[in-house]
């Protein structure tokens, strides 16, 4: 059900994006590119908490919003942050079903994990592009689960 | 063997082919030829597009095959005109046969040349149409993604046509008689010479690689006969084998086809190898390698960093960013093969797992009982014990099974791996014990690796002892060596120049590892043979045992090391030759020198001897040997103290020019902040 999946690096370039439909990719990549504000507002709104009390998931960043091209779709974009400001954007697509919330917590877990897997492999260098087909796959499982 | 028969045309390069390749050659040469003469089986193929007396094939079924293997039109193109067709305007059997094992090359990532068609290669692969492998072959199953290959399904349906060979006719015509087991052999020969055929290169040894710890799944062939295609294939192809001896048949039957993917099963030669070469980043086999540590290794195979980052996501299957020996001898064998020119797997081969490995270990001749005892289906979550003991195995070539009781007597003190000491104590019974203290794999294997892995286990027990025996006495100039921050990467290369030439001349190493030998593997091993009073036979590595055999007796019979180094892997060999190198040119090898030359050491002995910690009888040569390696370890400090300096000043003085430079754009920028200001009340207003 996600159609899109964004993960941002620290200094807010992405490294790696990928969307569903892919003709209208660029379309995404402005989406992402406009919450990244908001989940800076929002990570440092608590900024005075610590960082382990802050939490990674930072929920629904944008109200719904009517995807023009489809209009039967509704838009909302999640966001979650770790603890090392790597940002991951996922545009869900609830049109089919309303996600809940654990369910898009879940997803976002297991990008954490995947993206953990791909730190831990010594030929990636943090800042580059993610080539990992592990994640890859990882991530085309999660954006057709559902479709 | 492939002469132009009936009126072959082209000269063409003497073409070698297997049986195996000659009867799929011949098969495919038949079905372009008679599918042109209206479908196959329709016996001898006079199908003579033009030379009368000569067959040929088709063009049309021939572009059709040619097309199936998926090459790019480019690659056909150049292998037609290799192959001679567009010279003499024909397909005959010498230009089919050669661009058959060309496409194979082409298939394979070789390039197509006609020296390609000279090494062994595996079958080329057509992906034909599904309505044409029915009307074909009659089997659509062998459109799968293994390496069956087309002209297996083909039964009884046409393969002679231009038989060179009434052996060919006999077999297809001759209902099916040998065991399945034989036949689907055939294609992991050619799968796995090429990569094998790498490592013979690699090891230069004369033996042959030699499935055998597969031989043991001989009686799993059986149930993989039926599975992989129409069983009456198989007898023919088994016949041809038989009737034929080619040089691919270096290997006896590689029984090992449960797995169709002969490139991913690791020999007992490459296992030696990668498990040295483990040994030289990490001395205890049963720990990791760390991350950068293996980014470092694997980069000096110069492959691309993406290639690596692939290899690395397949091979470390716990995402640990750390190689336990399993992962790292998959890692390995993915670079070789990659090295070799096979594609990457989409995933990781099942003969790459951990499991599997870790089944895999022991040796065969270890007892044959072992292997039926391990299947892949081992637990993967072994204990990490367990993984040392057939690491141990794995090592040793020669067992010898009375020798752990004497290692384990005197070392149990000094052993500190708890899961180690408890299989020493038990060394002697070995098997219950064994058993009862390893849940995880409670198999009659265990048992039998229980002694041969004591043995081995002592003596790494030994070799750690002794070196924490020593740490107290002097400051440990193996870590020095490798850890000081005077680059002693750069101090080992430039001691060990000569050893590498020398010794791993014979061992082209594929990824390009630098045989620098480990210091504080070599110096544990010598200070081990110092210590042990017992003559070990070889635990570890043939040399090393030679090592301490020789030690204990002292009487070097230097002729002896030097076969056994010319077969040790790279960075044992090493440290023998630096025996009878220069005494004082290789600061890590110090003390196997010395051992060998009294001599010297008498010179070095400065140090109070006292220092050294519980050493043994011999203790002149210990403390000697210690205080001839600091000696060194300083002249290699002070060294790269020197170096050090010198590019302190370097860095010195390009920080000044940077300061001039600096101070120099700050007075520019000045003034013309002072232009700006006069400027600009004139524009304001």
Redesign the interface.
């Known amino acids: 059900m996600a159609v899109c999946v964004a993960v941002i690096a620290k200094e807010n370039y992405p490294l790696y994006i990928r969307s569903i439909p892919t003709e209208n990719e660029l379309k995404f990549h402005y989406m992402v590119h406009t919450s990244l504000d908001v989940v800076d507002e929002k990570i440092s709104a608590m900024g005075k908490a610590l960082v382990d009390q802050r939490e990674l998931y930072l929920g629904l960043l944008y109200p719904t919003e009517d995807y023009k091209v489809y209009p039967s779709h509704q838009l909302c974009r999640y966001g979650y942050v770790t603890n090392s400001k790597v940002k991951f954007v996922m545009v869900v697509d609830s049109s089919n079903t309303a996600l809940r919330d654990n369910e898009i917590r879940s997803m976002f877990r297991k990008l954490h994990n995947s993206y953990t897997d791909v730190m831990c492999n010594p030929f990636y260098n943090p800042g580059d592009r993610i080539h990992s087909r592990a994640f890859d796959s990882m991530v085309t499982s999660m954006m057709i689960q559902v479709c | 063997m492939e002469a132009a028969a009936g009126g072959g045309c082209g000269s063409g390069p003497p073409l070698l082919l297997s049986e195996g390749e000659q009867q799929c050659y011949s098969e495919l040469f038949a079905r372009c030829a008679g599918a042109a003469g209206g479908g196959p089986g329709s016996g001898p193929p006079e199908a003579a597009r033009t030379v009368p007396g000569t067959v040929t094939a088709a063009a049309g079924p021939v572009a059709d095959l040619f097309r199936a293997s998926q090459l790019p039109a480019e690659t056909l193109h150049q292998i037609t005109e290799l192959c001679g067709a567009k010279r003499v305007g024909y397909f005959g059997p010498t230009q089919f046969y050669i661009a058959l094992k060309l496409i194979a090359a082409a298939q394979s990532g070789l390039p197509v040349r006609i020296e390609s068609i000279k090494c062994e290669l595996p079958l080329p692969r057509f992906m034909m149409s599904k309505t044409d492998a029915e009307i074909r072959f009659g089997n659509p199953a062998e459109l799968h993604g293994t390496k069956v290959q087309i002209p297996y399904l083909i039964t009884e349906k046409n393969t002679f046509k231009r038989m060179d060979d009434e052996d060919k006719q006999q077999e297809t015509q001759s209902p099916t008689m040998s065991p399945l087991a034989s036949p689907p052999s055939s294609p992991p020969h050619y799968q796995r010479v090429p990569l094998s055929h790498g490592y013979s290169k690699l090891r230069s040894s004369t033996e042959q690689m030699h499935p055998a710890p597969y031989e043991a799944r001989q009686p799993l062939v059986q149930p993989e006969g039926p599975s992989s295609g129409a069983p009456g294939a198989k007898p023919p192809r088994h016949k041809a084998s038989l009737i034929r001896s080619f040089s691919v048949e270096r290997e006896p039957h590689d029984n090992s086809s449960n797995y169709p993917d002969e490139p991913w099963r690791i020999t007992e030669e490459q296992r030696e190898y990668y498990v040295n070469q483990f040994r030289s980043l990490q001395p205890d086999p049963s720990s990791f390698i760390s991350?950068?540590v293996?980014?470092n290794f694997?980069t000096k195979s110069k492959l691309s960093?993406?290639e690596?980052?692939?290899i690395?996501?397949l091979s470390?299957a716990d995402?640990?960013?750390a190689l336990t020996l399993p992962e790292f001898c998959a890692a390995f064998h993915l670079i070789v093969a990659r090295k070799n020119g096979y594609p990457l797997p989409?995933g990781l081969p099942p003969t790459l797992q951990p499991e599997y490995l870790q089944a895999a270990f022991p040796k065969p001749k270890r007892e044959c009982t072992l292997f039926d005892s391990y299947s892949e289906s081992m637990p993967a979550n072994q204990q990490p014990r367990d993984l040392n003991r057939m690491e141990k195995l794995s090592i040793k070539d020669t067992a010898d099974f009375p020798v752990p009781t004497q290692d384990v007597t005197s070392d149990d003190k000094q052993e500190q791996n708890k899961t180690r000491l408890a299989l020493k104590s038990t060394a002697d019974e070995a098997l219950p014990k064994d058993m009862s203290e390893d849940p995880a794999t409670s198999k009659d294997s265990n048992s039998l690796k229980a002694r041969p892995r004591s043995r081995s286990y002592s003596s790494t027990s030994i070799e750690e002892a002794m070196k924490r025996g020593e740490d107290p006495p002097t400051p440990p100039p193996r870590p020095q060596k490798t850890h000081s921050r005077a680059s002693s990467l750069d101090l080992n290369k430039v001691f060990q120049p000569s050893v590498p030439a020398t010794k791993s001349g014979l061992l082209p190493p594929p990824p390009a590892l630098p045989p620098r030998p480990c210091p504080s593997q070599i110096s544990h091993h010598n200070v081990n043979s110092e210590r042990s009073a017992h003559p070990k036979p070889p635990t570890q590595l043939p040399n090393y045992g030679d090592f301490r055999l020789q030690k204990q007796s002292e009487q070097v019979s230097e002729a002896e090391i030097h076969p056994q180094l010319n077969r040790a892997p790279s960075q044992v060999a090493e440290s023998s030759p630096t025996k009878k190198d220069i005494p004082h040119s290789q600061p890590p090898s110090k003390p196997i020198r010395r051992k060998f030359r009294p001599e010297n050491s008498a010179t070095e002995s400065q140090e109070p001897p006292s220092t050294v910690g519980p050493v043994s009888a011999a203790s002149g040569k210990p403390h000697a040997a210690v205080q001839k390696q600091s000696s060194k370890q300083k002249k290699a400090i002070q060294t790269a103290i020197r170096k050090n300096k010198e590019a302190n000043a370097v860095l010195a003085r390009l920080n000044s020019e940077l300061q001039q430079q600096l101070k120099e754009v700050h007075q520019e920028r000045i003034a013309l902040e002072n232009q700006l200001e006069q400027l600009r009340p004139v524009t304001v207003l």
């Open positions: 991350g950068s293996a980014k694997f960093i993406p690596l980052s692939y690395w996501e470390d995402c640990d960013g989409e």
